[in-house]
Structures are given as structure tokens and as C-alpha cells.
């Protein structure tokens, strides 16, 4: 090895790795300290019940009559009946030592016979003054667990004292007995808890593919950031179709803020298609729906976890071109008819010129250019917003071309006064389109147009000649995604009226449907605040 290189030592790079010697790490720490916290009381435990023991052999010596009595009439001596008997106890009970002493604290019975006839080494004045006493202490045989109690006579006073040891080596060896039986158990519990965080950690590692955990950072980092700046709204449900992610693009697209996070999409969003299509109520692909003013598509991919991830694309603008487009086409198409029709005019003026008939040539250029400029003029008397008056001339000229006959009734009137006319001119233009398309094939195909104004409400009433709407379908008309013709080349249907009643009730009105006398279907809107106050002009009194 070069002396440049340098050994590196540390945690290694994947989760699976670094959970896995932490688990170790955690179970051998608690194995450890649960085997210590076992073992610090065990000994205490050992020590109590052996001078229990002591305690109670004591006990049971002095509670014999004939042992007070001997003491009393007999003197100390090796082969003296107070030393036979304890002899005898402590064979039967295996203790150390049975010694037995009168009030003076000299011995009457001691393992070691010499030692009869001598003073204890250890004070036996609480034993001689009544107590019963526990302790552990070292004496003539060496450290013991010993218990003391008074000798009593048969008249109840005390003539001496009892005092049992047990050979505290042997509470040793029982401790010390016990630990390799305490380290097998911690051993089998340590082998347990390795084989669980193994299996924990091999399901982590599945779970995380194996990556390391500045990997995991960098991954969350980067779908933050694409989250956050594609132009696509993404909003993420879990199984109890609760939101928990909501992207930059589809809180300004659902008109939500942050703090909807955690909650039910139904409370989020409210009652409505867009609620029913984000939570897999209506299924299929590139699903329509309007939200605000925004038509929006949307699809939803259900996840492994029993959550969703929904995706929304605004098509607002396109659906406006192609409603655009659908006009143009209808204007060109109006225009082509106008151009025949012109040539035809030109050639029954040529005509009536080459027949030197300069009258009858006047006569009919007057009324043909009087025709076109009478239903412009009525229009922008009775509609004095140019957007809407230009928008009726225009359905009038394409209308004539579908052979549908469409009119402004004679009790329309509108002042320039609207708050929101390209509200007001979408509204219009999609009741129109649908009651023209409703109109044609039938009999006096016709479309009537009314306005009118109502303080500073506008009220609006469509009516076609068509087959008219069944009663159980006039408000599914206006559910988004739901139409009865066929979808055009440039998107989907079914939203023409949602848009119209949507921007009624934006405005704090109504959109409804029903039948037209006489046959057909009528659409009435009333839109409560469509116009300004009018201004008040103050007139000079004369002088």
C-alpha cells in the first residue's frame, strides 16, 4: 500500500447496510443493558434471601425451650448439650455457623470449638436488647450472611442470643451460577433481534431498490423540482383519497392553496364533476372537465399503495381556438355562399345592364345592399354592444347559409353598460351554436334571440325549432362531458353549456333549459349584476 493511500472507515453507502447495523447495534445495546439492569438487582435479591435464611434458622434455634434451659444450667463446654444441638441445626440446615451466646456475649456453641467459651467478635447488643437483626458482615469463619435473635426462657426473659451465618461464597457461586444462564437468554434474544432487523432490512432494501441514502436525497430533491416546474398539474391522493400532493401548476389550475394538503378531495374541491373525475368516479382518458373558467383535462393512474396520481393539462385555449375555428370555418363557409350569391348579382345586374333596364339595375342594387345593411343597422339599434352585435351579424350570415332563419326578437335592448361582455359573448355564442345546430333539418328552421335589460340585470332567452330536450335530461345538458352529437375533429363536447351556466353562476345568476312554445327547446339566463350603474348626468339650470 502506498503511503499516500489513507484507509477510510465508515458507515456504508446503502439504507440496506446502514439500517441493518443499526438494528444490530440497537439490539445488542438493549440485550446488554437488560442483562446489567437484571443483574444489579440479582445480587441484592441473593444477599436479602440468604440472611432471610440466616434470620429464620436463628428463629426456628431459638424458639426450643430446651435450648434457654440448657443455657441456663449448664456451663459452656465442647461436648456441652448447647453446642450438640447447634451441631445438629446446623448440619440439618447446611449453615455456616449456629452460634450461641448468654447476655455476656460468650459463646455456648461455635463451628470451631475452640472459640467456646469466647466473647463474639461482633457486637450482639441489638439481638441481647430484643431485636432481630440482618446483616451481612465478616466475623471469625469470614464474610457471611447472618441473622441475630434474642433467646428468651420459658418466663420470657432473655438469656442470650442466636446468631446463624450462611458462607457467603456460596451467594456468590449462586450468582455466579446464574450469569451463564442470563447470557444464553440475552444471547438467544440478541440472535432473535438480528434475524428480524435482517428481515426488516431486506424489506427496506426492496423497498428503497437498494439506493444509498444520498441517492434517496437527490431523487426527492429532483421530483420536487420537476413536481414544482412542469407546467402540469399533478395532484397526488392516498388510499382514503386524501391529498397529499398538490404541484405548483394544479393549485393554480383547481384554484387551491397548500392548505389543503391532508384533506379530503371532497371537502378540497366540493361536490362536482372534477371532484368525481380526480377520485376515479368517472374513468377513461383525457376526461373533460371544467373548473372556474378552466376546461381542464384529466388523467388519473392509480397506484400500488391503493392511492392515485392525477395529472390536469389546461385546455382552455384550445378549446377557445377550436370554438374559434368551428366559426371561422362557419364564416367561411357563410362567405363562399355570399361570394355565389354575389356573382349571381352581378350577373342578373350585367344583365339587366346589357337590356339597357338602368332603372330596374338601380332599383335592384338598392335593395340588395339595403338588405345586408338593414339587418347590421337593426342589430346595433337594438344591441349596443359592439362585441355582441358584431358577434349576432356574423351567426345571422351563418345561419342564413345553414338555412336556419335567425332572428333578434323585437323587445331586445341592451345599453352598453355590460361588466363582463366576453362573458356575456361567450354565453351567447354557445346557446346560439347549439340552438342553430338543433334548428337545421327542421321545419321553418328558425333561431330567436331576446335580451333585455332589468335594472342592472340581463335576462337572455334562446329558442330553436328543433326537437326540443326530453324533461329528465334539461339539467344533464349541463353537466360537463355529456353531449348527444357527435365530437368535432379538434376535441370533445359537452362543455358548451357547462361553460354557460358556470359563468351564470359566477356572476350570481341562472342557466335553465325547458320547452319552447310551439315545439323546440328554450334556454333562459339571468345574470342579476351583468351591467353598471348608469351615470347620472347633472343638467345646468338656465340662467
Known amino acids: 500500500m502506498s503511503p499516500g493511500r489513507r484507509v477510510r472507515i465508515g458507515l456504508p453507502r446503502r439504507v440496506f447496510s446502514q439500517v441493518l447495523l443499526m438494528q444490530l447495534a440497537i439490539a445488542a445495546g438493549v440485550a446488554v443493558l437488560a442483562t446489567g439492569l437484571f443483574l444489579a438487582p440479582l445480587s441484592d435479591q441473593l444477599d436479602d434471601q440468604a440472611m432471610r435464611r440466616a434470620l429464620a434458622i436463628a428463629q426456628t434455634t431459638a424458639a426450643q425451650p430446651q435450648v434457654a434451659e440448657d443455657l441456663r444450667s449448664t456451663r459452656p463446654a465442647a461436648d456441652g448439650p448447647v453446642q450438640t444441638e447447634a451441631e445438629k441445626i446446623k448440619r440439618a440446615t447446611g449453615a455456616e455457623y449456629v452460634v450461641i451466646m448468654d447476655k455476656r456475649g460468650v459463646r455456648w456453641s461455635h463451628t470451631n470449638p475452640a472459640e467456646i467459651g469466647q466473647v463474639v467478635s461482633t457486637d450482639p447488643s441489638d439481638a441481647l436488647a430484643g431485636q432481630d437483626v440482618m446483616e451481612i458482615d465478616n466475623g471469625t469463619l469470614g464474610r457471611s450472611a447472618r441473622g441475630k435473635v434474642p433467646l428468651r426462657g420459658a418466663d420470657g426473659e432473655i438469656v442470650g442470643a442466636v446468631s446463624v451465618g450462611i458462607e457467603y461464597d456460596s451467594v456468590r457461586d449462586r450468582l455466579i451460577h446464574a450469569i451463564p444462564g442470563l447470557f444464553a437468554y440475552a444471547g438467544g434474544a440478541l440472535a432473535v433481534g438480528a434475524l428480524a432487523a435482517y428481515l426488516i432490512s431486506r424489506r427496506v432494501q426492496r423497498q428503497t431498490r437498494d439506493l444509498a441514502f444520498s441517492d434517496i436525497s437527490a431523487l426527492l430533491a429532483e421530483r420536487e423540482a420537476m413536481l414544482h416546474g412542469i407546467r402540469e398539474g399533478v395532484v397526488a391522493l392516498d388510499r382514503g383519497g386524501r391529498i397529499r400532493l398538490l404541484n405548483d401548476e394544479a393549485q393554480r389550475l383547481l384554484t387551491l392553496g397548500p392548505e389543503v394538503i391532508g384533506k379530503p378531495l371532497d371537502e378540497a374541491l366540493g361536490a362536482g364533476r372534477t371532484t368525481d373525475v380526480l377520485a376515479g368516479r368517472v374513468t377513461g382518458t383525457d376526461l373533460l372537465t371544467v373548473r372556474g373558467q378552466r376546461v381542464l383535462v384529466a388523467n388519473r393512474m392509480p397506484t400500488d399503495d391503493g392511492g392515485a396520481v392525477a395529472t390536469l393539462r389546461d385546455r382552455t385555449e384550445l378549446e377557445r381556438l377550436g370554438r374559434e ?219
Do not use: C
Open 325 to 543: 375555428l368551428d366559426s371561422t370555418r362557419g364564416l367561411i363557409d357563410a362567405l363562399r355562399a355570399k361570394d355565389h350569391e354575389h356573382a349571381n348579382h352581378l350577373h342578373t345586374l350585367l344583365g339587366l345592364l346589357e337590356l339597357e333596364m338602368y332603372d330596374d339595375a338601380v332599383d335592384f342594387v338598392g335593395e340588395t345592399v339595403g338588405a345586408h345593411r338593414a339587418t347590421a343597422e337593426q342589430l346595433t339599434e337594438k344591441l349596443h354592444d359592439p362585441l355582441l352585435a358584431a358577434l349576432l351579424v356574423g351567426k345571422v350570415a351563418v345561419a342564413a347559409e345553414r338555412g336556419v332563419s335567425l332572428r333578434v326578437s323585437d323587445d331586445t335592448l341592451l345599453p352598453d353598460r355590460l361588466i363582463d361582455p366576453q362573458g356575456l359573448v361567450t354565453i351567447v355564442g354557445n346557446l346560439v351554436d347549439n340552438a342553430l345546430d338543433a334548428a337545421v333539418g327542421s321545419s321553418h328552421a328558425r333561431v330567436e334571440v331576446a335580451l333585455r335589460a332589468e335594472g342592472r340585470g340581463v335576462t337572455l332567452r334562446v329558442r330553436d325549432s328543433g326537437s326540443g330536450i326530453a324533461p329528465e335530461q334539461r339539467e344533464l345538458i349541463f353537466t360537463e362531458g355529456w353531449s348527444t352529437k357527435e365530437p368535432p375533429a379538434h376535441g370533445k363536447r359537452g362543455l358548451g353549456l357547462a361553460l354557460v351556466r358556470r359563468l351564470a353562476e359566477r356572476q350570481g345568476g341562472s342557466a335553465l333549459a325547458s320547452g319552447a312554445p310551439g315545439g323546440g327547446a328554450e334556454f333562459t339566463v339571468v345574470l342579476p349584476e351583468a351591467l353598471t350603474e348608469p351615470q347620472l348626468v347633472d343638467v345646468e339650470e338656465p340662467r
